[in-house]
């Protein structure tokens, strides 16, 4: 949850994208390429435009993420390709894996030669209208020795809010109200410094500013 709430720096990452298939025209289809998000993928953030780092209000790249249903629970004598996804679930866990090479009486969990879990949840299919398109995403960083200080601490205090209340006989309430207090607190600060670990580009000029410029040109 707290790498969702900013872009952060240590957990930003660009990767052009796997065509999934390309989309039939049709009354009911609404966009033309359908893609595979990466694995570790938490959260997308944009479609890069290639020499257009600042794009303007009409310029960025519109998209929206469906769920892959033809991805399902792994069954016994089906046959799988390289690429498909299957889920196991063992009692509450659910735990999905990417085929490796076709295969059929394999099970994910017995087969390390023919499939490999993945860590980012149910597989995820991205509709655009751009072709070999790039994303840039918050990645699920799970390493916390590459978290930056101020992220490591906000997501400390996001722990300390569902843990305290169970481990003190204090008033639940006033604990997570404290705790919330000072979680935003350190949220301000994190991302107040990620901030500063870049410098973006001034705005394109508006319309108006153009025209004047134009004028005083002549």
Not at 41 to 69: H, K, M
Request: proline letters at 6%; hydrophobic letters at 40%; a negative charge.
């Amino acid at each position: 949850e707290t790498l969702k709430a900013a872009p952060w720096s240590c957990a930003k990452k660009v990767a052009t994208l796997t065509l999934h298939e390309t989309l039939t025209a049709s009354r009911d289809e609404e966009w033309t390429y359908a893609y595979r998000l990466p694995e570790d993928c938490l959260l997308p953030r944009r479609i890069r435009l290639y020499g257009n780092r600042t794009p303007g209000p009409n310029q960025e790249v519109p998209f929206e993420l469906f769920a892959d249903t033809a991805s399902t629970a792994w069954a016994t004598g089906t046959t799988y390709a390289t690429g498909d996804y299957a889920s196991v679930t063992t009692g509450a866990t659910v735990v999905w894996y990417r085929a490796l090479r076709t295969t059929i009486a394999d099970a994910p969990a017995s087969s390390a030669s023919d499939w490999v879990a993945i860590t980012g949840g149910p597989p995820k299919l991205l509709h655009c209208d751009i072709d070999d398109a790039v994303l840039e995403y918050t990645m699920l960083l799970s390493d916390p020795t590459r978290f930056d200080g101020d992220l490591e601490a906000a997501i400390a205090a996001r722990l300390a809010y569902d843990i305290a209340p169970g481990v003190t006989k204090s008033d639940a309430t006033a604990i997570r109200g404290q705790v919330a207090g000072i979680y935003n607190a350190l949220m301000s600060a994190a991302i107040a410094a990620d901030a500063r670990s870049r410098v973006a580009d001034s705005p394109p000029p508006s319309g108006w500013e153009l025209a004047r410029y134009r004028a005083g040109r002549r």
